[in-house]
């Protein structure tokens, strides 16, 4: 596919609710992160020609990615993965290590 500033604002706001879910405690709140979860998932993978088992797995790699390091590492291991997702699903994307 090709690349577009919506779609990479689109990753952004699933890669966002995807740390807000590792982070959320049980309860209202957390069944509250995973709705809105579903909801962007959802939207991506019915918005752009991108398979939908790529945009889960990157969801998969930044929950793992947030839940297994320190803030400060995890940020800068999940901008890499921003980044190497882009590269992946669209064609013409430059990414920015």
């Known amino acids: 596919m090709e690349y577009s500033a919506a779609f990479e604002t ?8 995807v740390v807000e879910l590792v982070e959320a405690d049980e309860g209202q709140e957390s069944d ?7 909801v962007v998932l959802d939207h991506v993978i019915n918005t752009y020609p991108v398979p939908a088992a ?3 797995s990157h969801a998969e790699r930044v929950a793992a990615i947030r839940d297994n390091n320190d803030p400060g590492t995890a ?3 999940v901008a890499t993965q921003h980044e190497v997702f882009l590269d992946e ?3 013409d994307y430059e990414p920015v290590f």
């Open 32 to 38: 509250a992160v995973h709705r809105d979860y579903l």
């Open 54 to 56: 790529a945009v889960r």
């Open 10 to 17: 689109d990753i952004e706001d699933l890669e966002r609710v």
């Open 89 to 91: 699903v669209c064609d």
């Open 75 to 77: 940020s800068k291991r």
